[in-house]
């Protein structure tokens, strides 16, 4: 179609230039486009970030194109702006009440425990804390545009930087926004080149935390209707059509009862306290850590200090099922309790950190009933898969480490583990060319048991080889993580240069020396 008169619907842009003999030119082009609004299926629009700097108006691509070329913008990324969010920030968020010692504060069915491992009477300021949020969420439930929601920038303090917020995909077929259960691998670049994106997101899923959404979804596993968040469980995402508003956009199964992301928000949050030294928000965060925790409490049906899995995918991997005591969320679980001991100790609440130190030493005796002499049974149900070789079943492990927490295991368990995992889960796997298989059985073959324990999660198998670093095994971490790299990039990999799935799975099974994979980038999960 022509265009109209005056105007135009496409440009070519060209530069000609010498080169002499045995010299080089640079030529710098820039491409930008102006697209201030978002728009979500919910109606809400928002701005985005760069439209303080360039307006809103939608001319601003010209400025933005010079801006790159002439050196004064060091990134292309655009962070959603809240100039145009709607409602105010409401100062109930921050409110306190006085609670008798020994309280319990619930909504619904869910009940948390706030009461200390001492008897003696005392008043503690992190309780007195949370009861208020939650007295004020209980006050503005029916309101969720307001208090009801995931915004993080409610957690500022005065005069702190509001950047706005982040969202990014976890991949084509997952369209929702920031997945957390994977953002718990993907987290370390972030927090290593764009640190406060990175706390922008914590926030976010700090105050989600402290949501409670009694709306109904139906599951996809059964047909059952469920609440669609409960105050104090980590959402698998920050929602898909209506962001902060409507979270927990995944729908397969109940994720408020998974095992791992609350564990996992915990030791997230530590670990960005440790690389930024952001004591504001250690202190903005920590009632959200402090009740994430208290909610796992039900998880505990023993009383022993450990949680269980309940015999359904309740985890990251959601189509492989775990039952009882299991490596990959115990070890989680193990590493929270230390992480919030220590974060409780940088806040200053003392209380709190013999507490969580107080369940961490005996969380941490349970989880050694997993060890089988040479590496950590999946779970302890005594199933079929309970002896599969997990290479994830080190998680928790790898994030203490990461987090200069103590280990959770041994020193010779964890290099024992990792040998097994390498010996079986990578080399056995075209010769250790295509990265870790995520379960492998004591035989020698893959565990064919579910969908996921036979595919290869790059996120996954380069956390591997990163645990494996840090038990000074540097030799074999490269070569764990260089089968992913040569699976995506070399002429005999797989031949996803341009767009990298998260991972793949066994179409043939040559022999049990040597599995043929391939991508399947259309079904794959993690």
């Known amino acids: 179609m022509p265009s109209e008169p005056g105007s135009s619907i496409g440009a070519a842009i060209a530069a000609s230039l010498t080169i002499p003999s045995d010299a080089e030119r640079n030529v710098t082009f820039s491409l930008a486009w102006d697209c201030p609004d978002v728009n979500f299926m919910s109606g809400r629009t928002y701005l985005r970030r760069y439209t303080k700097f360039y307006g809103t108006r939608g001319d601003a691509a010209a400025n933005i194109a010079h801006d790159a070329i002439v050196g004064k913008i060091s990134c292309g990324l655009t962070?959603?702006?809240?100039?145009?969010?709607?409602?105010?920030?409401?100062?109930?968020?921050?409110?306190?009440?006085?609670?008798?010692?020994?309280?319990?504060?619930?909504?619904?069915?869910?009940?948390?425990?706030?009461?200390?491992?001492?008897?003696?009477?005392?008043?503690?300021?992190?309780?007195?804390?949370i009861l208020g949020r939650m007295t004020s969420i209980l006050e503005e439930i029916h309101n969720p545009v307001t208090l009801n929601s995931a915004f993080g920038p409610n957690l500022l303090e005065k005069g702190e930087e509001n950047i706005g917020q982040f969202l990014y995909f976890e991949g084509i077929e997952y369209q929702m926004w920031n997945t957390y259960d994977v953002h718990f691998y993907s987290s370390f670049a972030l927090v290593m080149l764009f640190p406060k994106l990175e706390l922008s997101i914590q926030r976010d899923f700090a105050a989600a935390v402290m949501m409670n959404d009694p709306s109904k979804m139906s599951l996809l596993e059964n047909g059952k209707w469920v609440s669609r968040k409960a105050l104090g469980a980590v959402p698998h995402d920050i929602g898909m059509d209506d962001p902060w508003f409507e979270v927990n956009a995944y729908s397969i199964y109940n994720t408020d009862r998974w095992k791992d992301l609350n564990p996992k928000f915990v030791l997230q949050v530590y670990r960005d306290v440790v690389a930024t030294r952001d004591k504001k928000f250690a202190q903005a965060v920590w009632p959200s850590v402090y009740v994430a925790m208290a909610f796992m409490d039900q998880f505990d049906k023993d009383g022993d200090g450990m949680i269980e899995n309940e015999g359904f995918p309740d985890q990251t991997y959601d189509t492989w099922s775990v039952s009882g005591v299991s490596a990959y969320c115990g070890g989680l679980w193990v590493a929270a309790l230390q992480a919030t001991s220590a974060m409780a100790r940088e806040v200053g609440d003392k209380d709190a950190e013999g507490y969580f130190w107080f369940k961490f030493q005996k969380a941490k005796a349970v989880y050694q009933k997993l060890w089988n002499g040479s590496y950590f049974n999946y779970d302890d149900s005594g199933g079929r898969a309970s002896s599969s070789i997990q290479a994830d079943q080190l998680a928790g492990h790898w994030y203490a480490r990461a987090c200069g927490l103590l280990p959770i295991v041994d020193e010779e368990q964890a290099r024992s583990a990792l040998e097994k995992v390498y010996n079986f889960n990578v080399l056995r796997v075209k010769d250790g060319r295509r990265g870790a298989v995520n379960g492998m059985l004591p035989t020698g073959e893959v565990d064919m048991s579910s969908l996921q324990s036979r595919e290869i999660w790059s996120g996954v198998t380069y956390a591997v080889a990163a645990a494996m670093i840090h038990e000074d095994m540097v030799e074999i971490a490269f070569q764990t993580a260089g089968g992913v790299h040569e699976a995506s990039w070399s002429e005999e990999g797989l031949g996803n240069t341009i767009s990298q799935p998260d991972g793949w799975r066994e179409q043939t099974r040559v022999s049990?020396?040597?599995?043929?994979?391939?991508a399947q980038a259309d079904e794959l999960s993690k």
């Not at 409401?90 to 706030?114: T, W, Y």
């Not at 049990?512 to 391939?518: G, L, M």
């Open 79 to 129: 962070v959603v702006n809240d100039g145009t969010r709607p409602g105010k920030v409401d100062q109930s968020m921050v409110l306190n009440g006085s609670p008798p010692v020994h309280n319990l504060a619930s909504i619904g069915e869910r009940k948390f425990s706030l009461d200390l491992y001492s008897s003696e009477s005392h008043r503690n300021d992190t309780a007195i804390d």
């Open 512 to 518: 049990e020396q040597n599995v043929n994979f391939e």
